[in-house]
């Protein structure tokens, strides 16, 4: 506990307090003092996106961000995406398109992806391409990848159209 102090984050909704050295990175602080362990470590020098978070809707390397720059900002990690028990559209054309395969890489994608979708939800595939420029993945090749974030984008349209139907009722 030598040199920790509180730190209070809100992740996922919920405020969250662990003890934390000032120089902790946030994904340290979430895998190992929160639990959140769906916040992958790939080479811990912002090069694979694999520790992709959102905080306040904008992703952001966790493996970058000191932990106490994140106080009184709202971080989404891999385990805030589902709705109850509901997958995000994401999650659920990823595993179905095979955009996950080892899935090492897959939270990363997921989280740089939803704040992609919420900006734009019909986006080429250049502006896929370009949103996960920062993500590596070893297995799919990136084709996979690229039709379940279309096929996503598509369900949310779906999604959107069908409740500005029914507000118009
Ligand atoms: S672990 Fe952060 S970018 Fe690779
Ligand atoms: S699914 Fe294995 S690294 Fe992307």
Redesign the pocket.
Known sequence: MKNREILELEVNGHRRQTAARPYDVL?DVLRDGLDLTGTK???????????TVLMDGKPV????TLAGQCEGKAITTIEGLKDGAHLHPLQKCFADAGGSQCGFCTPGFLMTCTALLEKNQEPSDGEIREAISGNMCRCTGYVKIIEAIQQSAEVLRARKAGNEGQADV
Do not use: A, N, Q, V
């Not at 470590?41 to 912002?46: E, I, W």
């Open positions: 994904l470590r790939g080479c811990d020098m912002g090069t694979c996106g694999c520790c390397l966790s493996c970058l």
